[in-house]
C-alpha cells in the first residue's frame, strides 16, 4: 500500500514515514530536548542533538580514530581520507565530498546568492549556519567548549582544530616538501610558496599577494593617515599598534609572561605557536625554503626573501659618507652606524649596547646561559650558529681561509685576520692608560684589566673571580683533583 502526501502528492511505502515528512509541510516538532528544551520534527534528530550534551561519539574513524557523534558525519570524514568526491557541478565540473558543499560552492560562485542577512550589521552569507557563526561575534556566544583544557569557542570549525593541538594531530601534508598542518586552510596557504600563485589583486596598484590578510594590510597604504588609524589594533598597556588582532593578542603575552608553547628538545618556552615551530628547526637542522638560483636553503620564508635579492645585480643603495653601495637599504641602515657609532639595540640586564638586534640576541645568551645550537659529533653546544659552523671544521678538517703571504689556512676569518697582523707587525689597539700597544683588541680588553682590576669570571664552587677565562678553567681542576698536564722527564702532573 502506498501512502500519498496531501501537501505535495509525494508517495511514501510506509506511513510513518509519510507523518515524518508531512512535517516538513506543517512545521510541527514533537520532539523536544529535556536539557535545553529546543525541539526536532524526528526522533533521530533529537537524539544526535543529545550528544552534544552527552559528549558521545559512538562513530569511530579507522583510520586516525576521530570519533563523531553522527554516523552520517563519520561518512563525509572517512572521504578525506579515500579522496571519494561524488559530488560535481554541472557548471564548472568541479566536484566536492559533500552535496551540501557543492550547493554552498553553486550559490556563492555561479549564482552570487547571499540571502542570509545578518540584523545587526546587514553583512550577508550564503549559508543559515555562516549567519548563525557570525551572529556570536555581537552576542560573544562560545558554545562550544574543550574536554582537556577550559578553551571554548563560537563555532565547531575551531573547536575541531584546537583539539588537534592536544592531540598533537596534523592531517594535511604537503605534496612538494612534506609540511603538515592542522588545518586544510592552512596547507592551501602554504602550497603557494611553492606554485607562487598570488591571487589577491591591489585595486589601487598592480601588486598581488598569497594572502588574503597580506592584501587587506597593504591596502592599508592607499589610505589616509585618520582612516589607517582606525583600521589598527591598539594594545591599551604601551600603545603599541598592530595590522591584525592576533598580532595584539600574541603581544598582550609580553605583558602577562605568558609562554604557552614550549619546544620538546630544549624546554624553551614561546608565545606563539608559530616561533615555536621555527625554533624546532634550530634543532632538526631543517630548511624548507630553497633559493631557485643557488639551490641553498633556509629555515623561514623570510630569510629566503632577503638572500633572494642578494641575486640582484643592481646596487642602487649608496653611503652618503663613503659612496659604499648596496643592494639593500637594509644593508645601508646597519652600515651607516659604522659612521655614525649608533648602537639602538641595548641589553635590559647589563646595559650593553649593539648595532644590531641580532647581535643583542646572541648577547643575551650569555646571561640565559642559553646554547640551543649542538655538535651532532660530540655535542658541545654553542651559543651562536656560526660558532657551531666554525667549530664543525674541527672535525671536517676543513681550512677555507688561506693566508696569501705564508699560505697557513684557518677554519674562521677571525683566525686569518688575526694571523695575517704577525706578517705586518701592526699594533693598532693600545692602551689609553699606558700606551702598550696589541695586535688583536681582545688582548687589550684582558690588558686593561690589570689597571681597572676587573675579574669577570667567577668560581661557581668557592667564588673565587679571574680576571681571564682559562685561568678559572684551570683553577676548577684543583676542585676535580684532575691535574692534566704531566712533565715529561719526571713526570710530575699539574693543573695547568
Not at 409 to 434: A, M, Q, V, W, Y
Request: aromatic share 8%; net charge positive.
Amino acid at each position: 500500500m502506498k501512502h500519498k502526501c496531501e501537501y505535495c502528492a509525494k508517495v511514501f511505502r510506509q506511513k510513518c514515514v509519510l507523518d515524518a515528512h508531512r512535517r516538513t509541510h506543517t512545521g510541527e516538532k514533537p520532539f523536544s530536548c529535556d536539557i535545553c528544551l529546543q525541539s526536532f520534527s524526528h526522533r533521530g534528530h533529537l537524539d544526535e542533538h543529545k550528544r552534544t550534551h552527552t559528549r558521545e561519539k559512538p562513530f569511530s574513524c579507522n583510520t586516525c580514530l576521530n570519533s563523531f557523534s553522527r554516523k552520517e558525519t563519520l561518512k563525509i570524514h572517512e572521504r578525506i581520507h579515500t579522496g571519494e568526491k561524488p559530488f560535481s557541478c554541472e557548471i564548472c565540473m568541479r566536484s566536492f565530498s559533500q552535496k551540501a558543499t557543492l550547493n554552498t560552492h553553486t550559490r556563492i560562485i555561479h549564482m552570487q546568492v547571499k540571502p542570509f542577512f545578518c540584523d545587526i550589521c546587514r553583512t550577508s552569507f550564503s549559508t543559515k549556519r555562516h549567519l548563525t557563526d557570525h551572529q556570536r561575534i555581537h552576542t560573544g556566544t562560545k558554545p562550544f567548549s574543550c574536554n582537556i583544557c577550559p578553551a571554548s569557542f563560537a563555532t565547531k570549525g575551531y573547536l575541531v582544530i584546537h583539539e588537534r593541538t592536544h592531540k598533537g594531530l596534523q592531517p594535511f601534508s604537503c605534496n612538494i616538501c612534506q609540511n603538515s598542518f592542522s588545518q586544510k586552510g592552512a596547507l592551501k596557504i602554504h602550497s603557494r610558496i611553492h606554485s607562487g600563485i598570488k591571487p589577491f589583486s591591489c585595486d589601487s596598484c598592480p601588486l598581488t599577494f598569497a594572502h588574503k590578510q597580506l592584501l587587506q594590510i597593504h591596502k592599508r597604504d592607499h589610505m589616509d593617515e585618520s582612516s589607517q588609524e582606525k583600521m589598527l589594533h591598539k594594545c591599551e598597556q604601551c600603545h603599541k599598534t598592530f595590522h591584525t588582532k592576533w598580532g595584539l593578542v600574541t603581544h598582550m603575552k609580553t605583558h602577562s609572561g605568558e609562554k604557552p608553547f614550549s619546544c620538546d628538545f630544549c624546554q624553551k618556552s614561546f608565545y606563539s605557536k608559530f616561533n615555536l615551530k621555527i625554533h624546532k628547526r634550530t634543532h632538526t637542522g631543517e630548511k624548507p625554503f630553497s633559493c631557485s638560483v643557488c639551490q641553498k636553503a633556509f629555515s623561514t620564508n623570510s630569510k629566503l626573501t632577503f638572500h633572494m635579492k642578494s641575486h640582484n645585480p643592481e646596487r642602487a643603495f649608496s653611503c652618503a659618507n663613503c659612496q659604499k653601495t648596496f643592494k639593500l637599504k637594509l644593508c645601508l641602515d646597519r652600515h651607516l652606524r659604522t659612521h655614525t657609532g649608533e648602537r639602538p639595540f641595548s641589553c635590559d640586564i647589563c646595559l650593553k649596547a649593539f648595532k644590531r638586534r641580532s647581535h643583542l640576541k646572541e648577547h643575551k645568551r650569555i646571561h640565559s646561559r642559553q646554547k640551543p645550537f649542538s655538535c651532532t659529533i660530540c655535542q658541545k653546544t654553542f651559543t651562536v650558529e656560526s660558532n657551531l659552523k666554525v667549530h664543525m671544521r674541527c672535525h671536517t678538517g676543513e681550512r677555507p681561509f688561506s693566508c696569501s703571504v705564508c699560505q697557513k689556512s684557518f677554519p674562521s676569518s677571525n683566525g686569518l685576520s688575526s694571523h695575517k697582523k704577525t706578517h705586518n707587525r701592526e699594533k693598532p689597539f693600545s692602551c689609553d692608560i699606558c700606551q702598550k700597544a696589541f695586535r688583536w683588541k681582545c688582548s687589550l680588553k684582558i690588558h686593561q684589566r690589570t689597571h681597572t682590576g676587573e675579574k669577570p669570571f667567577s668560581c661557581d664552587i668557592c667564588q673565587k673571580t679571574f680576571s681571564r677565562s682559562h685561568h678559572l678553567i684551570g683553577h676548577k681542576r684543583s676542585h676535580s683533583g684532575v691535574k692534566g698536564f704531566s712533565c715529561r722527564i719526571c713526570n710530575k702532573t699539574f693543573y695547568n
